[in-house]
C-alpha cells in the first residue's frame, strides 16, 4: 500500500488541517498517559519547520454530537501548550496566524456531522485550508468528516505517524518472520471472529487468553464458575478452532486461571486448573501454568503480535502478573534480537507502560480497533482515501 505523504511537500504559508488522535485520559484536567500525543509530534514538528500554519482537529470521548465541555480539549492544548479555538468551525484566527503556529480546534465530536461524514459539516471544516493531513491512525477506521469527508475535498496526505501504522503493520502482515506467534485476549469473542480468524491463518501459533480464553474452555467443557465469559459464542468458539486446524496454526487455550470468591482488586487470588473451578470462583487473571507456557511461547518466536491483556492488568500486583509476565517475555526477547514485537490496543500498551518496557517494543501502534481491523484485512477509509493511485 502505497499513501501520498508529507515527504517533499511544500506547506510554506499554507493552512494545514491536520487530524490527530488526541483521544486520551484525563483526570482532574490531568493526562494520565501522552502515548498518543507524544507519537503525532514528529508530524506536527516537521509541518511546522516546514513553515506550515496547523490548525489540529481531534475528538475526545463520545460527546454524542453535542457541546458538552466535560469532553472539552481544553487540557490537551494546556499540555501542549498550544491555543484552543472554542470553536473548531470557527475560522476569524486564521487570519492571525503565522508561519509555524500551531492552534487545537475544539472537540470535533461536538457536532453530529462529524461522525455521520455529513457533506456540508466536511465543506465548513474544510474551508479555509489548503491541505489536509491525517495522522490518526486510530480513528481511520471510520468514515467521519475529519478521517473521511474533509480528504475528499482538500488535497491529502498521511502524516508520519499513520504512515508508519501502515508500513509497520503491513510488514509483518505480508512477510513475518517465523514462527509467528499471536496473542489475543480481551472481553468478548464476538467483536473478535475477525481477527482471530485471520490470525489463525497467518500465524503459526496462536494463543488465546483472558475472558475470551474462558469463552474458549467453556466451549470446550471446561469449568468457568461465576465468570466472564460468552455461552452464545459456543458455536463460534468451536468454528474458530476447526478453521485454525485447517490452517495449520495451533492454537493454545488457559491451562489455569487466577481466581477469587469476588470480582475486586483486593480480593485473595487462587490459582485452579479448570477442573478444580468453583461455581463461586470468578477468573481475574491467567494463572501460573499457562504463564509459564506463554512465556515459553514467546521465547520461541521471531515475531510476535499482541493485542489484549489476559487479565486485570490495572490491579497491580495480585491480578497483573500473567499481562506483566508476557510483556517482559516479549520486551527481553525483542531487546536480545531475537524477536520482532507489534503490539496494539489501550489496555496492552498500558500494561507495556506500567512494566517500563514500552521503548524496547519493536513497534507499539496507537489504534486499537484500527489495529484489529487492518489485521483482519479490512478497508480503512481514513486510509484506503490517501493510497497513491
Not at 493531513?133 to 475528499?152: I, K, M
Not at 508520519?160 to 517465523?178: Q, T
Request: one cysteine or more; proline letters at 3%.
Amino acid at each position: 500500500m502505497k499513501l501520498r505523504t508529507i515527504e517533499n511537500l511544500d506547506v510554506q504559508g499554507k493552512y494545514v488541517l491536520l487530524r490527530d488522535d488526541f483521544n486520551v485520559q484525563i483526570v482532574d484536567n490531568k493526562i494520565t498517559d501522552p502515548f498518543r500525543i507524544e507519537q503525532s509530534m514528529p508530524t506536527i514538528n516537521a509541518l511546522r519547520s516546514a513553515g506550515a500554519r496547523i490548525a489540529i482537529v481531534a475528538h475526545r470521548g463520545r460527546p454524542k454530537g453535542e457541546r458538552n465541555m466535560e469532553y472539552s480539549l481544553q487540557p490537551i492544548a494546556d499540555y501542549m501548550g498550544i491555543k484552543l479555538i472554542p470553536d473548531c468551525l470557527d475560522k476569524d484566527f486564521l487570519g492571525d496566524m503565522r508561519d509555524g503556529d500551531v492552534v487545537l480546534l475544539e472537540n470535533v465530536r461536538f457536532y453530529a456531522g462529524e461522525e455521520k461524514n455529513d457533506p456540508a459539516f466536511a465543506a465548513d471544516l474544510a474551508r479555509g485550508f489548503d491541505v489536509f493531513v491525517n495522522d490518526a491512525f486510530a480513528v481511520s477506521h471510520r468514515a467521519h468528516a475529519s478521517t473521511v469527508g474533509v480528504a475528499e475535498i482538500l488535497p491529502s496526505y498521511a502524516g508520519k505517524l499513520l504512515a508508519s501504522e501502515i508500513e509497520h503493520l503491513s510488514a509483518v502482515m505480508e512477510n513475518p518472520a517465523r514462527p509467528l506467534l499471536s496473542i489475543v485476549a480481551g472481553s468478548k469473542v464476538s467483536t473478535k471472529i475477525g481477527v482471530l480468524k485471520a490470525l489463525a491463518k497467518l500465524s503459526d501459533t496462536l494463543i488465546i487468553g483472558g475472558a475470551l480464553g474462558t469463552t474458549f474452555n467453556y466451549a470446550m467443557g471446561g469449568r468457568v464458575g461465576n465468570s466472564l465469559y460468552e455461552a452464545d459464542q459456543k458455536e463460534t468458539a468451536l468454528e474458530i478452532l476447526d478453521f485454525a486446524e485447517k490452517n495449520n496454526c495451533r492454537v493454545l487455550l488457559p491451562l489455569d486461571k487466577g481466581v477469587a470468591k469476588e470480582f475486586a482488586r483486593d480480593a485473595a487470588r487462587m490459582n485452579k486448573d479448570f477442573t478444580e473451578i468453583e461455581e463461586d470462583d470468578v477468573i481475574i487473571d491467567a494463572g501460573l501454568k499457562t504463564t509459564e507456557r506463554d512465556v515459553a511461547e514467546i521465547r520461541k518466536a521471531k515475531t510476535v503480535i499482541w493485542n489484549g491483556t489476559v487479565g486485570m492488568a490495572e490491579w497491580q500486583p495480585t491480578w497483573s502478573y500473567g499481562s506483566f509476565a508476557i510483556a517482559n517475555a516479549i520486551a527481553e526477547q525483542t531487546r536480545a534480537g531475537n524477536l520482532e514485537s507489534i503490539i496494539g490496543g489501550g489496555d496492552t500498551v498500558a500494561a507495556l507502560e506500567a512494566c517500563g518496557v514500552k521503548e524496547d517494543i519493536t513497534y507499539v501502534s496507537t489504534g486499537g480497533g484500527a489495529f484489529l481491523e487492518f489485521i483482519e484485512g479490512r478497508i480503512l477509509p481514513g486510509v484506503a482515501i490517501l493510497e497513491d493511485e
